[in-house]
């Protein structure tokens, strides 16, 4: 088992606390609500769904986009097994908290995995996907589910899947 050192943690700590404070759902502006409507998963089945009925390529997209998320998000799980790393502070608010390790970020990966396999069918997919997923991505963070370091590392394992 993997653990990061103690005072890697502290610093990132910190860095939460500077980038996010203490993560507060009051006055939360428009595009932060959008943020945190797009870190769902259900967001991204219904946007495969929606892709899927544009057409063939459309289709190819939604299933390259899927396939390449659900490999991310597969091979996550023994890295969250292996790390076991707490959440950040405050991780644990809502009715029932997270249960799994916090490194790498399953989300980042579907996520990314999802975009980078539909931007490869579908080029004009990118910008307004890549968007949507910087978004989800904040919205883990200022909520305080996940560190950065965490979605960096969710990240480039999505990166990994597609390449390959």
Not at 52 to 80: D, Y
Not at 130 to 156: E, F, N, Q
Request: glycine content about 10%.
């Amino acid at each position: 088992m993997v653990r990061l050192a103690s005072s890697a943690w502290r610093r990132e700590e910190r860095l939460m606390g500077k980038l996010v404070g203490t993560g507060s759902r009051k006055g939360a502006s428009a595009p932060s609500r959008a943020a945190d409507v797009a870190s769902q998963p259900v967001v991204w089945i219904v946007f495969a769904s929606a892709l899927a009925l544009t057409g063939p390529r459309g289709r190819r997209a939604a299933l390259r986009g899927a396939v390449c998320s659900a490999t991310a998000g597969l091979i996550h799980l023994p890295l969250k097994r292996a790390c076991r790393r707490p959440r950040p502070r405050g991780a644990g608010r809502g009715p029932i908290g997270p249960v799994t390790s916090s490194f790498p970020s399953g989300h980042t990966a579907s996520d990314l995995g999802f975009m980078f396999g539909a931007a490869q069918e579908l080029p004009v997919l990118l910008l307004p996907l890549s968007v949507a997923t910087l978004g989800s991505h904040w919205s883990l963070v200022r909520w305080r589910k996940h560190y950065p370091s965490d979605v960096i590392a969710g990240g480039a394992l999505a990166l990994a899947v597609n390449a390959v």
